[in-house]
Antibody, heavy 122, light 106 residues
Framework: EVQLVETGGGLIQPGGSLRLSCAAS????????MSWVRQAPGKGLEWVSV???????YYADSVKGRFTISRDTSKNTLFLQMNSLRADDTAVYFC????????????????WGQGTLVTVSS | DIQLTQSPPSLSASIGDRVTITCRAS??????LNWYQQKPGKAPKLLIF???RLQSGVPSRFSGSGSGTDFTLTISNLQPEDFATYYC?????????FGRGTNLKI
């Protein structure tokens, strides 16, 4: 069974740093493209970052230069290092597994974690 | 970045109704367009991928159509469990984007 479990959220002051983890089971994070998606309170979904199976990374303009996505294949875990946090980074952060059809990446996400809340406030 | 304009932002309907939600992309995404359902406090759920393909386990009353820049999600014979927020998402560009969502209310 595919499962994603995010941890690492919490209350952090503006300018601070936080690292989110997403522990995967039932599949290999290194064989899939994996993303972080966030949702501010009462707002819509915002794509944050993707790490593809080839190791390439991409970021939304809103987080580029501040956030870093990575993975640890030995732990089968995806990470999001968040630096220089701002109030508008406050959100539930979801990790999501890339969706393949007939071994072709379809650009969507078919499994999601439950999310972890990051609150940036003084 | 590719922008997705989703409409309407909210929609009221009744059990048994048929509803349509539209999603327009600022440039072509070919058929790399996905639809999700999200209920309060839950993670999104993939409903439709490649614009018109039904994800495994999703009821056949959900359907998608379109290509290029204009897409629709149709829900026929609305059931109580269908009242939720729906999002489109493009996966053509490596800079993925979501629409702003449509809140489907009773």
């Amino acid at each position: 069974e595919v499962q994603l479990v995010e941890t690492g959220g919490g209350l952090i002051q503006p300018g601070g740093s936080l690292r989110l983890s997403c522990a995967a089971s039932g599949f290999s994070v290194s064989s899939n493209y994996m993303s972080w998606v966030r949702q501010a309170p009462g707002k819509g979904l915002e794509w944050v970052s993707v790490l593809n199976s080839g190791g390439h990374t991409y970021y939304a303009d809103s987080v580029k230069g501040r956030f870093t996505i990575s993975r640890d294949t030995s732990k089968n875990t995806l990470f999001l290092q968040m630096n220089s946090l701002r109030a508008d980074d406050t959100a539930v952060y979801f990790c999501a597994r890339g969706h393949y059809y007939d071994r072709t990446p379809m650009g969507g996400f078919d499994s999601w974690g439950q999310g972890t809340l990051v609150t940036v406030s003084s | 970045d590719i922008q997705l304009t989703q409409s309407p932002p909210s929609l009221s309907a009744s059990i048994g109704d048929r509803v349509t939600i539209t999603c327009r992309a600022s440039q072509t995404v070919y058929n790399f367009l996905n639809w999700y359902q999200q209920k309060p406090g839950k993670a999104p759920k993939l409903l439709i991928f490649a614009a018109s393909r039904l994800q495994s386990g999703v009821p056949s009353r959900f359907s998608g159509s379109g290509s290029g820049t204009d897409f629709t999600l149709t829900i026929s014979n609305l059931q109580p469990e269908d009242f939720a927020t729906y999002y489109c998402q493009q996966g053509y560009s490596n800079l993925y984007t979501f629409g702003r969502g449509t809140n489907l209310k009773i």
